[in-house]
């Protein structure tokens, strides 16, 4: 296989087909025992093995939305040794990471950057009288999002010179959706569109070299861009939408924004992909390449279950099969918010489910699949989520907006300016919470509390268990303010989920082990959300060492349960509060607030996420372990304090 892009430049066109193959197979076989983003990198073999064969990276620069689909890429770009530790600890990162590689120009987690970022350097390259190629790389489903359509509305008066790449598989990680999805569908099935395609792709392809031949080119695109328009005024009445509109009287949207169209193109097509991109490359005006690729191509598996293996866990290379879940292995997360939903939707025609294309991710299928009326998909658009969520809210209802924390810190204007200023009954569950390991920094949620507990008429809540974030879920429908719960990644805490959830009181932590009062050195542990049960634990290994030991399972970040935090807190010798975030600006900082407002001067030590991007890692518990989020730092950071004091417990300010 080869070792760098100088390497794919030298190759054969027969033996790039080849190499294509093998890197379809290293995919295959790479990612069986970790898992990762499949079908999206079987799509892109011959695009990559293009891009590369015709540009010259990192001189050219390439931006990856998402960038989720760049592991062909750091196989091309001298990491194919590595690629079996990709997602793992210690391992490459699952993403586009500049400090990973010169190749990787840009760093992508979340959708719909790429076109303003490569925008942003083609830019930047003009200041500087540059000649390099900028390249974005973007899905169909990057259409989805607004941000993307803010970038080409620039594109063509930022820069003469820019070329993007359309990768369209119909497919988000769930079926695209929105006008848009069903715009570039009849685009690429319109049989006047595709006649032009085709004889475009005939001349792109006899394309001779030499100066001549290109300015012959150039005026044969010119007639095709003509043609191509004149379709688009055309109507035909074959064409009339059921309704009977369209037909197709629908020009093409990136012309219209000044923006050259080339395809669509059969992105499978190796020589026709590097002919075009040749092409592409001595356009003197912004390009957009519409290229048609298969999610999961190679792999029966993955093309039958596109879903599953966009980004999949572990599987056996010969059914496509995932590990059977062992017997007894409690639920997730998102399983019992999705089953919640469907509960809380027939009993309450107020709710109803919103999703920014996480169906799966978040469980909210289970509300598309029982009642899709009361479910909505608005595709990768989560400031319109939101927005939307505070638009139903005004007219009575509670809608749930199910979105990651990390990916709702993109609607944060929203949660302000439309939600929390109008203080609107809109619900946020916000899975992901705390880690979300092997993917890394970009889907961290850790930031949460700190965004959200700044803000007026937030009611913010972490569930302990499964249970309890039903309960929290009932209750928010019952709110009539935004309410916000935050649970983690993947399997919950194994207790049962009671049939018909109850309400919890606003504001009211739970005391689950109060202090036994016999004269020993008291902790008081606050263990938030996941980290009740690490505060249990540890609180079992604190008592067996001789201290008296309460366990608060705090509930709500806001507003905080003043009077449970006073009393435990006044009543104690050490504080230790525990939560799955950073310790800057979360819950452990509220609670200093609030005991220096009282003039409470308890010690307290703050366990939580440090003031850095958190690299990622196989599993959560590893990171957990190596940043002191567990009980093992927990017990030994209350013996280490107690062994500083002696055996005479002394008040101090509140340390961090
Ligand atoms: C802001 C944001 N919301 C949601 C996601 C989750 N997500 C990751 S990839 C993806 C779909 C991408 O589809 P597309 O751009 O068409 O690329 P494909 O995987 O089909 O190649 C989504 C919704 C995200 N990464 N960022």
Redesign the pocket.
């Given at each position: 296989m080869v070792d760098g892009p100088a390497h794919v430049k030298k190759l054969t066109l027969p033996q790039l087909g080849e190499l294509a193959g093998e890197i379809r197979q290293e995919l295959i076989d790479g990612l069986a025992k970790g898992g990762g983003h499949l079908g999206?990198n079987l799509?892109v073999v011959e695009l990559t093995i293009a891009l590369h064969r015709v540009f010259n990276t990192p001189v050219d620069k390439f931006v990856w939305?998402?960038s989720?689909?760049v592991y062909v890429h750091k196989m091309l770009t001298g990491r194919k040794d590595r690629f079996r530790t990709i997602r793992q600890s210690g391992g490459l990162n699952g993403f586009a990471l500049r400090t990973e590689s010169v190749h990787d120009c840009y760093g992508a987690?979340?959708?719909?950057t790429a076109l303003s970022a490569a925008l942003g350097m083609a830019a930047a390259r003009d200041q500087k009288g540059g000649k390099e190629h900028v390249v974005c790389i973007?899905?169909?489903?990057?259409l989805t999002n607004g941000i993307s359509f803010e970038a080409l509305n620039n594109i063509s008066h930022t820069t003469k010179k820019f070329i993007g790449i359309l990768?369209d598989?119909e497919?988000?990680?769930a079926k695209?959706v929105g006008a848009i999805s069903a715009y570039l569908n009849k685009l690429i099935t319109n049989p006047r569109y595709n006649q032009l395609a085709r004889d475009f792709q005939g001349f792109v392809r006899r394309l001779p070299k030499g100066e001549l031949a290109l300015k012959l080119a150039h005026k044969a695109e010119e007639g095709f861009r003509g043609a191509l328009n004149e379709v688009g005024m055309q109507k035909t009445d074959a064409l009339l939408d059921a309704d009977g509109r369209g037909g197709h009287g629908s020009p093409v949207i990136f012309e219209e924004m000044g923006v050259r169209y080339l395809g669509p193109i059969d992105g499978h097509d190796l020589p026709l992909l590097i002919s075009t991109m040749e092409f592409a490359k001595t356009c003197d005006h912004p390009i957009v390449i519409h290229v048609l690729t298969k999610?999961g191509k190679g792999y029966e598996a993955a093309i039958k279950s596109p879903e599953k293996f966009?980004g999949t866990g572990p599987y056996d290379v010969k059914t496509g099969d995932s590990a059977p879940v062992k017997a007894g292995t409690p639920p997730n997360y998102q399983d019992v918010f999705g089953q919640t939903m469907v509960k809380l939707c027939r009993k309450d025609s107020t709710v109803v489910g919103i999703t920014?294309?996480?169906p799966s991710g978040t469980g909210l299928k289970y509300l598309e699949k029982a009642m899709p009326e009361r479910y909505y998909d608005v595709g990768?658009a989560?400031e319109h989520a939101v927005i939307f969520a505070a638009g139903m809210a005004t007219m009575g209802f509670h809608p749930v907006c199910a979105i990651y924390s990390s990916?709702l810190q993109?609607a944060y204007d929203c949660i302000h300016h439309d939600v929390c200023l109008q203080d609107l009954p809109v619900i946020f569950c916000m899975d992901r919470s705390g880690l979300s390991a092997n993917d890394g920094p970009t889907h961290h949620g850790v930031f949460d509390i700190a965004y959200l507990r700044c803000m007026p008429n937030v009611i913010a809540m972490a569930p302990a268990n499964e249970d309890e974030l039903a309960d929290m879920m009932f209750t928010a429908t019952h709110e009539r303010h935004p309410t916000f719960i935050r649970y983690p990644r993947g399997t919950a805490e194994g207790v049962p989920v009671k049939e018909q959830p109850k309400l919890i009181p606003i504001g009211k932590a739970e005391i689950v082990e109060n202090f036994s009062n016999q004269g020993k050195q008291k902790v008081a542990l606050f263990g938030l959300g996941p980290m009740c049960a690490i505060a249990r634990q540890a609180a079992v290994e604190l008592i067996a060492a001789g201290h008296d030991v309460a366990v608060i399972n705090p509930r709500f970040t806001k507003p905080l349960d003043a009077g449970t935090h006073e009393f435990f807190a006044s009543a104690a010798d050490l504080v230790i509060t525990l939560e799955d975030h950073v310790v800057m600006g979360g819950y452990g900082s509220a609670v200093l607030e609030l005991l220096s407002e009282k003039a409470i001067t308890t010690p307290v030590i703050r366990i939580g996420w440090p003031d850095q991007f958190i690299e990622h890692a196989t599993t959560q518990d590893e990171l957990r372990k190596k940043y002191g989020l567990s009980v093992e730092n927990t017990v030994a950071k209350a013996k280490g304090y107690f062994a500083k004091a002696g055996t005479e417990v002394v008040r101090l300010t509140a340390i961090a």
């Open positions: 999206p799509g939305d998402v989720h689909q987690g979340h959708a719909g973007f899905g169909d489903a990057a990768n598989n497919w988000s990680i695209n999610k966009h920014a294309a996480m990768i989560e990916f993109r």
